[in-house]
């Protein structure tokens, strides 16, 4: 693992776990609304609409990584500074500061794409991703615990240093990043954009429906264990830590789409189990293994394959942000309905009952997102080859018709997949375990069967093939 890697790691890690522990339904949080009496439940959910806007918008302005650099060291700012209001008496600040600490959040996590795409290899992405969410949640958890058992100032100060700790790891991180200057082209390729954009919009609508499920749990199961304050301080993360760490610690190339579909049945029987038994001390152990262990599958799922996204645009932000903002999204939308529910009928059974809607909605979803994902990544960790069984035409590459004509070889056609897809040499070098020279070596091949002269040459050719 390169420096440049684990200060991307530790950074965002940082910064999550002060997130986590503070802004997004956090403890800490928690804890100081209780101490001023103050309702809790709708100033959560306006952190995460401003969030969920801070995400979304980002890669609509931050372009480059030395601005999306700068963006994090200001959005770190913003939040101590803001953080510092809730030292105050309750007032209307504390809400102008949630907006402004929500908004900024979202700007730094999205701007982290591109250190995420820059500074870990794509292989190791599912690895980074990860770590950081193993990482931040530890973070949240040692937060966690010293609020409720020791201090709740102590809390907030140890939350608050996790901010101030983040600054000399994102300030370490490169800007200058070695980057093809042909790459722009490249990823500007309206085949690249118009075969990436349906199986990424097909992602987004899956995130968006499960994570419904995590705004309910926020909103309704959570505070049906609240009686049950020390168990769940300390074991309710557990279980999604230990699905990450399973699915890190997994070989290489071990296909991980299955574990998918024993999350959304762990996700049913959670739900169920909520449904038939009475909130004990049994019953909380259940749900929430089951319940926690299956949304740490999933978020690392979506987590790795926006990670793959970025290397098909150049605007690493945008489809960081947009990508995560889905998840938030979902968490919102879950929330109100939870909190709508409960707040008219006061029964848990309904809103369980959405839940489970929203179960059967993804058992449908599922297999059309594998086929798409299955068109745009050829051996994805997470998306199964079905060998055919539901391929559809849209799977056919697009450019095998240029390569026959061209009588190009097979490895000759692996470099040409890579170089419409953003990767420089070395890139393609370490993708394909061969040395740069070869990678050099073969594509002068390529220019020669073309008759072209160069990268760009080859782009616009591809282009013309692309638009028929």
Not at 25 to 51: D, K, P, R, S
Not at 72 to 85: E, K, Q, T, Y
Not at 379 to 399: K, T, W
């Amino acid at each position: 693992m390169s420096q440049q890697q684990k200060y991307s790691i530790v950074s965002i890690s940082l910064f999550a776990g002060w997130l986590l522990s503070f802004l997004f339904e956090g403890e800490v949080l928690y804890q100081l609304m209780n101490a001023t009496a103050t309702e809790a439940e709708w100033i959560g959910l306006l952190a995460i609409g401003f969030h969920f806007v801070g995400l979304f918008s980002c890669g609509y302005f931050i372009k480059r990584s030395s601005a999306a650099k700068m963006v994090m060291m200001a959005g770190i700012a913003v939040c101590f500074a803001g953080s510092l209001i809730f030292l105050l008496p309750y007032s209307s600040l504390w809400y102008l500061s949630m907006i402004a600490m929500s908004y900024y959040a979202g700007l730094v996590i999205a701007s982290w794409g591109y250190f995420f795409k820059w500074s870990t290899p794509r292989d190791q992405r599912l690895q980074t991703a990860a770590d950081v969410l193993i990482l931040s949640n530890l973070l949240m958890m040692v937060v966690n615990v010293i609020t409720n058992h020791l201090s709740m100032y102590g809390g907030y100060a140890l939350s608050s240093l996790l901010l101030l700790l983040a600054i000399p790891f994102i300030y370490r991180l490169d800007t200058e990043m070695e980057m093809d200057r042909s790459e722009p082209e490249m990823l500007d390729n309206p085949g690249i954009k118009e075969t990436m954009a349906k199986p990424f919009i097909y992602l987004c609508v899956f995130i968006v429906i499960i994570t419904i499920n995590s705004g309910i749990m926020y909103q309704v199961v959570r505070p049906t264990f609240a009686h049950l304050r020390l168990l769940t301080a300390y074991y309710w993360v557990v279980p999604y830590l230990l699905a990450l760490f399973i699915l890190r610690s997994l070989p290489k190339g071990f296909n991980r789409a299955l574990a998918l579909y024993v999350a959304l049945a762990m996700m049913g029987i959670s739900y169920l189990l909520l449904m038939a038994l009475e909130p004990t001390v049994k019953t909380y152990l259940l749900v929430n293994t089951f319940m926690l262990g299956a949304f740490g599958v999933f978020d690392l799922f979506w987590w790795s394959l926006i990670g793959d996204f970025l290397d098909s645009s150049r605007d690493a932000a945008k489809i960081m942000g947009i990508g995560l903002s889905m998840n938030v999204l979902g968490i919102l939308l879950g929330g109100i309905a939870g909190s709508v529910i409960t707040a008219n009928t006061n029964q848990l059974d309904e809103s369980i009952l959405v839940a489970l809607g929203v179960i059967f909605i993804v058992m449908v979803l599922m297999p059309v997102l594998n086929n798409q994902l299955n068109c745009f990544f050829a051996n994805h960790d997470f998306v199964m080859n079905l060998a055919g069984e539901i391929q559809s035409e849209e799977s056919v590459d697009p450019l095998q018709p240029f390569k026959k004509a061209y009588q190009l070889t097979d490895r000759e056609g692996e470099i040409i997949d890579l170089l419409v897809q953003g990767y420089t040499y070395k890139g393609i070098s370490e993708k394909l375990v061969v040395s740069e020279n070869t990678i050099k070596f073969h594509s002068r091949n390529i220019y020669q069967k073309l008759q072209i002269n160069n990268k760009m040459e080859l782009i616009k050719l591809i282009n013309q093939e692309l638009k028929g």
